[in-house]
């Protein structure tokens, strides 16, 4: 599948640092299983310097930008050391996230109504640098047209809440999150946003989500790599693309 209608794969190795970490030393390399995905058919990698270093650090953002053939998402809280750190990198893609030293992962998306005045200079200093900004946000209205208003480009809907319902057997939250979800990428798409999705993803919400036409890139990470420990890094990204394109290929039926 070529052309427009075709939805993009970017790969998170923060897991792989994640496991490099507990030994310390170099093992897994994130890099190198970054050029893996891209072997197998992922369209862009993501990677998240958190605050702390937990898992990717500063090098690995280096050797990311220097060595990968597809572009690179450098996934960032807006802070003044993070904003230093895009700039210096120049990354295809910076995407704005909210960020607590507590939390085991990306909670929630950023309240872009509440930071509107942090967030609007960061996203000037990222877009005057020609790093296409995305904001991480969950499908709330007021919180797509803040995003517009803005000036970013790119949203990337966080699917993390209607992930967690289906994992919970929760159907009736799970129908209100997919139907928020399903409305705010209609929203967003007719606002002028380019619009991603992300947060815990595995083949089956992958393929349901890629039906979502206004949708063009989702950004996952974790049930890549732990499925990887099973099936293999490249096996589990040619699964997680075929998904998609089963997804896909239902809008292209319609
Ligand atoms: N997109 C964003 C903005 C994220 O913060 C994360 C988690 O780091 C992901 C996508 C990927 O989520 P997961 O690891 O659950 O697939």
């Not at 998402?73 to 802070?79: G, K, Q, R, S, Y």
């Not at 210096?88 to 990306?106: I, M, Q, Y």
Request: hydrophobic content about 45%.
């Amino acid at each position: 599948m070529s052309g427009p209608s075709r939805i993009r794969l970017g790969v998170n190795v923060d897991h792989v640092a994640t496991v490099r970490n507990a030994r310390g030393g170099r093992h897994p390399d994130p890099l190198r299983a970054a050029l893996a995905a891209i072997a197998a058919g992922a369209d862009g990698i993501t990677a998240h310097l958190r605050e702390d270093r937990r898992h990717i650090v500063d090098e690995d953002i280096r050797r990311l930008k220097a060595e990968i053939t597809k572009p690179l998402n450098f996934e960032m809280a807006a802070t003044p050391e993070m904003l230093a750190i895009a700039l210096a990198t120049k990354p295809h893609a910076a995407c704005l996230v909210p960020e607590k030293r507590t939390e085991r992962t990306t909670e929630g998306g950023l309240d872009v109504v509440a930071q509107k005045a942090t967030l609007g200079p960061a996203i000037e200093a990222l877009r005057k640098a020609s790093i296409r900004v995305s904001l991480f946000i969950a499908a709330d209205p007021r919180q797509i047209e803040t995003a517009a208003s803005l000036g970013a480009p790119v949203i990337e809907i966080h699917t993390g809440a209607w992930c967690e319902a289906i994992m919970q057997g929760n159907r009736a939250e799970a129908q209100t999150e997919w139907r928020r979800i399903d409305d705010g990428a209609r929203l967003a798409k007719s606002l002028g946003l380019e619009v991603h999705a992300g947060h815990g993803l595995d083949y089956a919400t992958a393929e349901q989500i890629a039906a979502l036409p206004e949708i063009v890139e989702l950004n996952i990470g974790h049930f890549l790599i732990g499925e990887a420990i099973f099936e293999g890094l490249p096996e589990t990204i040619r699964r997680m693309r075929a998904a998609m394109e089963r997804g896909r290929a239902k809008v292209l039926a319609r």
